[in-house]
């Protein structure tokens, strides 16, 4: 297949290369390994005006906003089962219980088991107990599908099992960054704890035993809290207007070195070197340090889709989440996250820069994607990883960073998970994506491959609603997307060698933006342009998602589902006509 991108700025690119060093990086990670950054603290303060001081030494223009955030901040937290206190953790959002506790009978519920990062935000379980006044006792981490599930289910409390010895943090709340009057009366408002494996098995084997009573108490602290957030703004010369966003956050869990110093560091090394070659850069470059990311659930990437969605929306190429790059042992590519249209054009980046080959999926409801609604290409979230086979010889189960080092989200994120070789191999990655989009004359997104991708989804959806509702006008709708596209791209070879403010590269250029617009949002999203979704899992087309079940279904509730999947198809098909009207506009 034509690749979109023309490597008409490799030398450019190899100057960038070179310009990498570990210096101001690594000074940035050791600096950090005194600071746990948690957010509204002044430890955060102290990060953000670091980079803000760095920034201003390298001469990069930047912005530091302080957002009011909506957090909460677990404090303390304890078990208290038979006269005896087990260690715990509660996750953010966890209800505060106030010293009394709250006390029930333990209930010991089984779950599937998480078997790869894949699974790691996703929940199912028994669903015959009774959990209506009990405290639920169940295995993985506290996220939040399991939460909110449990929660509906009547439990007053819940205890999860982490699979190690360690506890980890990590926040069980559904809303995605500041609540609305939609999300507020999600808050999960019930107590959730964490335990470690040793103290899980003995308590699962009390309760097997016989009735067990448990009190959990926790303390959060809660409410909004002025955050630092760190904008540089790096001005294209040919396209200014248009931007691509690179992020990450600043927050942490103590000092959080694996997840995330290492990613401040990284694009703290990248502002300086595209900043240094800032008149060789056509289009612009907007590098965000997030925090809320953690006790705000992506509070402050939120709050500038919020504030920015105009802009975001108007010019915005894609946006990149740079997310525990560079740890220890993590040497290669596989699990990352990247939207299809995206796919191509990442794994020839990550081959052409070290030579290994690369593999991706859809990214999760999860990370800094807070711009799915908008319609915003994306790639990247995690990154290098630990081969298989070590993480099986180790007996490491899945965690949600530091390049599958299990000491994620925990007090063992120190200096030891950061590792410099494979920092700079992964920042060469980060040049070299970066680069390429802001001067391929083209958008390297190639929408053909995610008309494809809706075909196998339709397929998979109608077979599974056994002709109880009809997709054929959906399927005729993205026949004529794919034509479209198909006639949009054959155009692209004959302007690669043009410059890019050439009217006709613009033009393909704004109808590859507007793809981005139309088709993201029905593939990520069942709510509003500038609003969010719960942070629980999102299957591909969401809307029509639910004909799967219709074979299944009987009475009321097939209705229901076919009620359900017809108005997601028009949804749907909408989307496909107006796409298609974009790209046959544009050729
Ligand atoms: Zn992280």
């Not at 097939?558 to 028009?570: A, D, F």
Request: charged content about 25%; aromatic content about 8%; proline content about 6%.
């Amino acid at each position: 297949m034509e690749t979109l991108y023309q490597p008409t700025k490799a030398s450019f690119e190899e100057t960038l290369l070179q310009e990498l060093s570990i210096a101001a990086p690594w000074a940035l990670i050791e600096r950090f390994t005194t600071l746990v950054r948690e957010s509204g603290s002044e430890d955060e303060r102290i990060a953000a005006q670091y980079i803000s001081d760095r920034l201003s030494e390298f001469g990069v223009p930047h912005q530091v906003y302080t957002p009011e955030l909506f957090l909460s901040v677990p404090i303390s937290a304890s078990l208290e089962v038979g006269g005896q206190t087990l260690r715990a953790k509660a996750p953010s959002c966890s209800a505060s219980t106030g010293p009394e506790g709250v006390s029930g009978e333990v209930v010991y519920l089984t779950r599937k088991a998480s078997t790869g990062v894949g699974d790691f935000f996703d929940f199912s379980a028994d669903e015959a107990l009774d959990l209506h006044g009990k405290i639920v006792l169940v295995d993985g981490m506290s996220v939040p599908k399991a939460v909110w599930e449990l929660k509906q289910r009547g439990a007053i409390g819940q205890i999860y099992i982490n699979p190690g010895v360690d506890i980890h943090w990590g926040t069980c709340t559904t809303i995605w960054g500041a609540p609305d009057l939609d999300s507020d009366p999600r808050q999960p408002n019930t107590p959730v704890v964490n335990i470690n494996r040793p103290d899980g098995d003995a308590l699962i084997k009390q309760v097997q035993a016989g009735k067990v009573e448990a009190t959990i108490r926790t303390e959060m602290k809660e409410g909004w809290f002025p955050c630092p957030v760190v904008v540089a703004e790096i001005e294209g010369q040919v396209e200014p207007e248009r931007f691509l966003l690179v992020h990450g956050h600043l927050d942490s869990w103590d000092v959080g070195i694996g997840d995330n110093a290492v990613g401040d560091a990284t694009l703290l090394e990248l502002a300086r070197v595209f900043h240094k070659h800032r008149d060789q850069l056509a289009r612009s470059l907007k590098i965000a340090w997030w925090t809320g990311h953690s006790t705000g659930r992506y509070g402050a990437s939120t709050w500038y889709a919020d504030t920015f969605g105009l802009e975001l929306a108007r010019n915005c190429i894609a946006q990149v989440d740079i997310d525990s790059p560079g740890c220890r042992w993590a040497t290669e590519y596989y699990d990352i996250s990247w939207m299809t249209e995206a796919e191509d054009f990442c794994i020839q980046a990550i081959r052409d820069v070290t030579g290994k080959e690369a593999a991706g999926e859809r990214p999760h409801q999860a990370g800094d994607y807070s711009f799915n609604n908008i319609g915003l290409s994306s790639f990247f979230m995690l990154l290098s990883t630990m081969p298989e086979k070590l993480r099986e010889e180790k007996g490491y189960y899945p965690v949600g960073g530091c390049g599958a080092n299990i000491a994620w989200h925990t007090e063992n994120d120190t200096l030891e998970i950061a590792d410099r070789d494979n920092l700079m191999r992964d920042l060469r990655v980060y040049v070299a994506t970066i680069q390429r989009v802001l001067n391929n004359p083209i958008h390297p997104f190639d929408f053909r491959k995610l008309g494809a991708e809706f075909r196998e989804t339709l397929d998979r959806y109608a077979a599974g609603a056994d002709n109880s509702v009809d997709f054929s006008m959906a399927y005729q709708a993205l026949d004529t997307l794919q034509g479209a596209l198909a006639n949009l791209y054959e155009r692209i070879p004959s302007l690669q060698g043009k410059p890019i403010n050439d009217p006709a590269v613009r033009a393909v250029n704004e109808a590859i933006l507007k793809l981005g617009r139309i088709l993201i949002p029905i593939n990520y999203t069942r709510h509003g342009r500038f609003r969010n979704e719960p942070a629980t899992p999102v299957p591909p087309l969401p809307d029509i998602a639910p004909a799967q079940e219709l074979a299944e279904a009987e009475g009321h509730r097939k209705h229901v589902i076919q009620t359900h999947v017809r108005r997601g198809l028009n949804r749907v098909t909408w989307a496909f006509e107006q796409g298609a009207e974009v790209a046959q506009e544009a050729y």
